[in-house]
C-alpha cells in the first residue's frame, strides 16, 4: 500500500500546489478528480467523503489527513490575524453603484450571495447581465478583473446578450464571451459533479476565476425529489452542495452568486405578514448563503434590491435599472 508521507505534499507550496513523487501520481490524480487539489482542501473533506473516493482505503486516508495536519496550523488566529487574512476579501461591481453601495462596494469573494425573486423573467434578465462583464474588468482597491463559471440549470443562458454588455463597456465581444466558462447541468446530482471540475479548474488556473454562477440553485432539487417523503433527502443534498460551494469560495477565494426563487408561504396569513410568500430551499439555504437579496420590479425598466440577510448590512434598499447594456443606475 502506497503510504502518503511528506512527500506526498510541499510545505512550502501547501495553500496551492503538491509536490508529487512518481509513487503517488495515482493518488493525488483519484483526489483531483473529485475536486481535491489542495491541503486546505483535505483539511475541508471528512474521511468519510475521503474513504468513498476509489482506491483510497481508510488506512490510506488516515495517513493522508495525519500527513495534512501536519503541514497545516491548527487553524485557530488572533482577531487581528483574521482581519488581516480578510484584507484578501474583493468585491465585484454590479454595474451600478446604488446596487454596490447596498452590498458595500458589490459581491463578495469568500461568500455565497443568493438573489431570489418571484418574477422569472425578472430573475432570468438581471443574473444574465449581472457581473457577468463587470467581474472582467479591473476595478476600485487593486481588483484585477477575471473569467466567470457559469453553471445552468433551467437553460436560459444567452451568450450573445453579453454583446450589449460588452459595447457599454467598451471591451471586446470575443473576448467577453471566452471568459466566460459556460456548463448545462440536468439533474442535481450532475449539478454537484460540476463542482468538481470547478474546483479542479480553479486549482489549475490559480487567481484566474473571480466569479460562480448557478442559475439556478434550486431547480433540479425541485424537480429529482418530489413529495414530504423526499424532502429529508432533498434538504441532506442540498447541505451537502451548498458546504460544497462555502469551501470553494474560502479556498480559492472566488465569489459565488446563485439565483432562486418563491413559494406561496401557507403560515404568512397567520402571522398577519405582508408578503406571503418566501424562497424556496428553507433553513439549508437561509443559514448558507451569506447574503440574501430579495427582487423585485418596480416602474417600467427601474427593479428594487432588498438586503433580506447580511452577516454585516444592514436591511436596506436600492433602485436600480436593467438595460440592454447591463445594470445600471436608476434615471428617474
Known amino acids: 500500500m502506497i503510504c502518503p508521507v511528506h512527500s506526498f505534499f510541499s510545505k512550502k507550496n501547501l495553500g496551492q500546489k ?26 475541508m473533506t471528512t474521511k468519510r467523503a475521503l474513504c468513498n473516493v476509489k482506491g483510497l482505503s481508510e488506512a490510506k486516508v488516515d495517513k493522508i489527513k495525519e500527513a495534512a495536519n501536519k503541514l497545516l496550523e491548527p487553524g485557530f488566529l488572533t482577531a487581528f490575524e483574521y482581519s488581516e487574512k480578510r484584507k484578501m476579501v474583493f468585491h465585484i461591481s454590479t454595474g451600478s453603484q446604488e446596487f454596490d453601495k447596498l452590498l458595500g462596494g458589490g459581491i463578495e469573494s469568500m461568500a455565497i450571495t443568493e438573489a431570489f425573486g418571484e418574477n422569472f423573467f425578472l430573475l432570468f434578465h438581471f443574473n444574465l447581465r449581472f457581473s457577468v462583464v463587470t467581474a472582467q474588468l479591473p476595478g476600485p482597491n487593486g481588483y484585477t478583473g477575471g473569467k466567470i463559471i457559469f453553471i445552468d440549470t433551467e437553460n436560459t443562458f444567452r451568450p450573445d446578450r453579453l454583446r450589449d454588455i460588452a459595447d457599454r463597456f467598451n471591451v471586446d465581444h470575443e473576448a467577453v464571451l471566452d471568459n466566460v466558462l459556460y456548463a448545462r447541468a440536468y439533474t442535481s446530482e450532475h449539478q454537484m459533479e460540476l463542482l468538481d471540475y470547478v474546483a479542479a479548474k480553479f486549482h489549475e488556473e490559480a487567481g484566474i476565476f473571480k466569479l460562480l454562477i448557478i442559475d439556478s440553485i434550486m431547480a433540479l432539487f425541485r424537480v429529482d425529489f418530489s413529495g414530504r417523503g423526499e424532502l429529508a433527502e432533498r434538504q441532506q443534498k442540498l447541505a451537502q452542495m451548498l458546504s460544497r460551494l462555502q469551501k470553494i469560495s474560502e479556498e480559492y477565494n472566488v465569489a459565488v452568486f446563485v439565483t432562486n426563487q418563491m413559494t406561496a408561504d401557507p403560515g404568512a396569513t397567520m402571522t398577519f405578514q405582508a408578503d406571503p410568500k418566501k424562497p424556496i430551499g428553507g433553513h439549508i439555504l437561509a443559514h448558507a448563503s451569506t447574503t440574501r437579496i430579495s427582487l423585485r420590479k418596480g416602474r417600467g425598466e427601474l427593479r428594487i434590491a432588498k438586503i433580506y440577510d447580511s452577516p454585516e448590512m444592514p436591511e436596506n434598499e436600492a433602485t436600480f435599472a436593467i438595460t440592454a447594456g447591463g445594470i445600471g443606475d436608476a434615471k428617474e
Open 18 to 43: 503538491w509536490e508529487i513523487s512518481l509513487q503517488n501520481v495515482a493518488d493525488i490524480k483519484k483526489l483531483k478528480a473529485v475536486g481535491i487539489c489542495t491541503i486546505k482542501g483535505i483539511q
